[in-house]
């Protein structure tokens, strides 16, 4: 069966509707001239001066660009021809999800972003004369880590945006707009810029907000240092970016291969050489796995050999491809441009080194190095280090972890206590009930987690006003419960889904769910198998057979036989419906990023973790899985503080969604 695209959003382009969305940057701007105006420059980067661009490339075609002053025209005007050769080392990172420090108690905290400070920092202080360092992310800063809580919900409940504040500190020389940056909406993304960030913020294929202007991000800018100029443009992919939603409704992402076309010319004109910070995947065959993408890095190079004889290098982003990881592969240059990419979830952070040589009529670019740098996991649990994986604290630079890491972990500590709503208690929510119920049937807390993503759904890029139909979550993954107090606090949630896993979305025939779901009952615990009952199992522990939970409109009985271990499902039916008469209809189902990608013997194999019975695990890795980005914690967590309250009103229930004909229901 071929499966439809379904969370692909196309690129609004239609010009009634950018001559409205598009007047946030235009009223200034001469309508056949880009406008070069100085910026302020980050006093923590290695920068002398940096020049932003204002243009509306979704809104009009340039045939010049020009200064909006003396010093910016003579950029513009700069000859280096006969100059001698520059050197430029750039290090970059992509789709971090604000992993820049991921605090554990057992393991001790993992200082990702203070390792890449203690390389970054030590390049700059051994940069050559004719040197410069440039320190970039190709977007999706934020999404994925606890982190995030410190942003908020919005305007009210922000205390700071960890990413931004952090790169500022240590000196990004800029970042383009990722499709999670807008996560949380216009509003709360423009706090974050006035609040937290001291760098460039740059898209050419976003506008028409009524919250972003010029004031907090650019289309593209020219940095310069020690007579080099650095162009750079930003694209952001209109895949899964939210656009011309309720609370922004004219904010649209547009054609990012028109908004090159329109920008690169002129930049490179005015350049010495050109990077392109592109959250628009790879392309390709490796870059496709995790995202769909209409144009990708493979395009945009191609289109840029068209637009500009100056060097081009691609940063990329979004796909979380790892390129080049330890040399340059000639795989990813693409006519004479350089792609690469580092990965995501700070795994990796790149490091590029060139040299730019003037001829008459040409700049010439060598690659001198290019490659990954492995980020280290620190685990203080193993006594047996591995300096090659584990991190210590000569990894990392401690200035930066003491003085802008551990002030940020101190106000996270804070923010975990803060409520998030009431609690309107019921027995079957407490951590005990949670634990009993969560291998052997219904579980009140799974029940609410599900029935709560298929609300969120609604609201979920590309799928506004619409939503999914059905959603699951492993047993596994539900690791507490809520008690009874007055409260729930972010702490006492993330005790709950202590996993940061994301929703992956894809579609499935009646079929295929009826076939799912004959799967998932032989992975039940069943009574005499139950340490309570004498058998071997205990519920208070991981069972890892990959029994899953689903939300209200799947229901079904379950009948089995202790002595064979024979478990069938029957009457299963959707939308009150029964299967049988929606064989072949067509459902939309989120998983979590673990199930999805077959672990818990979702993939075709055995079912083993001493599993008794001789069942084979159906296989979910034969579908087509849309990776949201989104974070199945978080869009939980926006549920319940937009109810105020968790229990029986809100969802936290068990409704007979999975009933049992021999009696081990609870």
């Known amino acids: ?392 604290d000569a990894d990392i630079d401690l200035n930066f972890k003491t003085n802008i890491t551990d002030p940020i972990l101190a106000k996270l500590s804070g923010k975990l206590a803060e409520t998030l709503a009431t609690v309107n208690y019921e027995e079957n929510m407490s951590l005990a009930s949670t634990l009993a119920d969560r291998y052997v049937g219904e579980s009140t807390i799974a029940n609410f987690m599900n029935d709560a993503i298929v609300e969120r759904s609604k609201s979920f890029p590309g799928r506004e006003g619409e939503g999914i139909d059905l959603a699951a979550f492993n047993a596994s993954g539900v690791s507490s419960g809520v008690e009874d107090k007055p409260n729930l606090t972010f702490q006492d949630w993330y005790g709950v889904m202590p996993f940061a896993d994301a929703i992956f979305l894809t579609q499935m025939s009646g079929l295929e769910i009826k076939e799912m779901i004959q799967s998932n009952v032989t992975r039940l615990l069943l009574p005499a198998e139950n340490s309570i009952n004498g058998g071997t199992f205990s519920t208070s522990g991981y069972i890892s057979w990959g029994f899953l939970h689903f939300s209200k409109d799947l229901t079904y009985s379950v009948s089995y036989d202790e002595v064979t271990r024979s478990v069938i499902a029957s009457d299963i039916n959707i939308k009150g419906n029964s299967i049988e008469s929606q064989l072949s209809d067509v459902f939309k189902v989120a998983f979590s990023s673990y199930i999805a990608s077959g672990f818990e013997f979702w993939k075709g194999e055995s079912v083993g973790a001493s599993h008794p019975g001789n069942s084979i695990g159906y296989d979910l890795t034969q579908f087509s899985m849309q990776n949201t980005g989104l974070i199945y914690r978080n869009e939980i967590i926006s549920y319940i503080v937009s109810r105020g309250t968790i229990g029986k009103s809100t969802g936290a229930l068990k409704d007979n969604r999975i009933k049992f004909l021999d009696s081990i229901s609870k």
């Open 1 to 392: 069966m071929k499966r439809r695209k379904f969370l692909s959003i196309s690129a609004a382009t239609s010009g009634a509707l950018l001559l409205t969305a598009c007047s946030n940057n235009a009223t200034d701007t001469n309508e056949k001239s880009m406008i070069l105006r100085k910026g302020v420059v980050n006093a923590n980067s290695d920068i002398e001066a940096i020049y932003m661009v204002d243009a509306v490339p979704s809104l009009y075609e340039y045939d010049s660009i020009i200064g909006d002053g003396t010093q910016e025209q003579s950029i513009i005007d700069q000859d280096n021809s006969q100059s001698a050769t520059h050197k430029i080392k750039i290090f970059h990172i992509n789709d971090m999800h604000n992993h820049t420090v991921d605090p554990s108690q057992s393991k001790g905290d993992t200082n990702r972003l203070a390792q890449i400070a203690k390389v970054y920092k030590e390049a700059v202080a051994s940069a050559e004369s004719n040197e410069s360092i440039f320190l970039l992310s190709a977007g999706d800063d934020h999404t994925g880590n606890v982190l995030d809580e410190l942003r908020g919900f919005g305007v009210d409940s922000f205390v700071t945006d960890a990413a931004y504040e952090m790169y500022s500190a240590l000196g990004f020389s800029a970042v383009t707009i990722g499709n999670h940056e807008l996560d949380k909406g216009g509003e709360l993304l423009k706090h974050s810029v006035e609040q937290s960030a001291n760098m460039p913020l740059l898209s050419a294929n976003v506008a028409g907000s009524k919250y972003l202007t010029k004031e907090h991000y650019s289309p593209a800018m020219i940095a310069v240092n020690k007579g080099l100029r650095v162009g750079m443009i930003g694209l952001t992919t209109p895949n899964e970016t939210a656009s011309m939603t309720e609370e922004d409704p004219n904010r649209v992402v547009t054609s990012p291969s028109q908004a090159l076309t329109r920008m690169l010319p002129l930049i490179a004109s005015s350049s010495d050489v050109v990077l392109i910070l592109s959250h628009l995947g790879y392309g390709g065959e490796s870059g496709q796995i995790r995202h769909d993408a209409e144009v990708a890095d493979i395009d945009i190079a191609q289109l840029a050999v068209t637009l500009t004889s100056k060097p081009v290098i691609i940063i990329g982003g979004h796909s979380h491809t790892v390129l080049n990881k330890d040399q340059l592969d000639i795989e990813n240059v693409v006519d004479g441009v350089l792609i690469t990419q580092a990965g995501g979830n700070g795994s990796y952070f790149g490091e590029i080194s060139a040299t730019l040589t003037y001829e008459t009529d040409k700049t010439k670019i060598t690659h001198d190095k290019v490659k990954l740098h492995t980020i280290k996991k620190r685990d203080d649990r193993d006594t047996k280090h591995n300096p090659l994986v584990n991190e210590i």
